[in-house]
């Protein structure tokens, strides 16, 4: 995926601006398309900077504990692999 030019906190900005003014107006600003900006607005709708912020902190830490869930549910595997041999 291609990043992207703009943080979250910019996007937001942005919308924010697109809201008081015109949408082609804010989009002209800052030199992106309408159709990005009405993407955006999908994605973050009436978000502020700070629930950006938290929701990427909330994503960060649900990644965190999958791969902690997925490392234990190996390690549980492997050791029933090992009890299941008969010696």
């Known amino acids: 995926m291609k990043k992207s030019r703009f943080t979250e906190d910019q996007m937001v900005r942005i919308l924010r601006e697109a809201d008081q003014t015109s949408v082609a107006a804010a989009a002209k600003t800052h030199g992106v398309s309408e159709q990005t900006i009405y993407t955006w607005r999908k ?18 830490e649900s990644a965190r504990l999958k791969k902690l869930l997925a490392e234990r549910d190996l390690e549980i595997e492997v050791m029933k692999e090992i009890n299941a041999k008969k010696w």
């Open 43 to 60: 994605s973050y709708g009436e978000l502020k900077v700070n629930d950006v912020r938290h929701l990427r902190s909330l994503e960060k």
